[in-house]
């Protein structure tokens, strides 16, 4: 009995192991995470790369509303040094990445990245005093074999921008083109909004309820993630995503004052 009991044991650990995927069959990467800065060097590139910490878990946001961080905040982050030898790829195509391509040089939203250090890697969580979104100094310094970006999505978009707390919203005013007309414009909505909130009752938009407008010139690369066809787009984020978007500044300031009549903050 007890030599059939090895033989089946010895037999069912061979089985799981044999079907048990190796590092190099899921691709051999040693980093997943999401972009947050690229910085040129002499003949290289450096990526900040963001793999997950203990407020938001792997979702990398652009803004906190609290500043100060838990004093037990930790997060595993890198940075990553990409030169003509390493190998760079578009995950939606399989194709080879220039390392001068504005593929790279626009990303920075919290698109997906893996990467294959070039040596041994070790993977680790730091301790910090600051969100690592507004300070990405002091991080673990490892050489890139291999890397794959994902583009940019909307989902990449939304989670990135949503803000961080049920009492805050993000209003994106979506511009073709970066001009004089465009500004004013924007100035004049802005202005707007600012009086929407200064005359409603049981209102305070410093404590209640914030507003980020982020006027944007758009190229290519970033017009294909919304497919957009109008312009002006107006798009209002919340804490668990999109609540709208619209070419009709009507249903932006509708949709506004529906939230502070409700007291959605």
């Not at 001009?179 to 410093?206: A, G, H, M, P, V």
């Not at 980020?212 to 066809?229: G, I």
Request: charged share 25%; with cysteine.
């Amino acid at each position: 009995m007890r030599v059939t009991a090895l033989v089946l044991f010895t037999v069912l650990v061979l089985v799981i192991n044999g079907c048990s995927p190796s590092s190099e069959e899921e691709g051999g990467y040693d980093i997943e995470g999401r972009i947050m800065y690229f910085s040129p060097l002499d003949n290289s590139q450096m990526v900040s790369v963001f793999v997950k910490d203990n407020l938001f878990g792997t979702t990398l946001k652009s803004y906190i509303s609290n500043t100060e961080v838990p004093t037990n905040y930790e997060v595993e982050a890198y940075k990553i040094i990409i030169d003509e030898n390493t190998e760079i790829i578009s995950s939606d195509t399989g194709e080879p990445i220039d390392l001068t391509s504005d593929f790279l040089y626009y990303s920075g939203l919290g698109q997906r990245i893996s990467i294959k250090v070039d040596g041994d890697f070790e993977s680790k969580s730091y301790s910090r005093k600051e969100y690592i979104g507004y300070f990405d100094i002091l991080l673990p310094i490892y050489k890139a074999e291999k890397i794959e970006v994902s583009p940019l999505t909307r989902n990449d978009y939304v989670h990135f921008f949503s803000p961080d707390s049920p009492n805050r919203y993000q209003l994106s005013i979506i511009f073709e083109h970066d001009t004089q007309e465009n500004w004013e414009l924007y100035y004049k909505l802005d202005e707007e909004i600012s009086e929407l909130t200064r005359r409603t009752d049981n209102f305070d938009s410093y404590v209640l309820i914030d507003f980020w407008h982020r006027v944007m010139d758009y190229d290519s690369y970033a017009l294909d993630v919304f497919e957009l066809q109008e312009y002006p787009t107006f798009l209002l984020l919340g804490h668990q995503g999109t609540i709208i978007q619209t070419t009709e500044w009507e249903k932006v300031i509708e949709k506004i004052q529906e939230i502070v009549k409700n007291k959605e903050f």
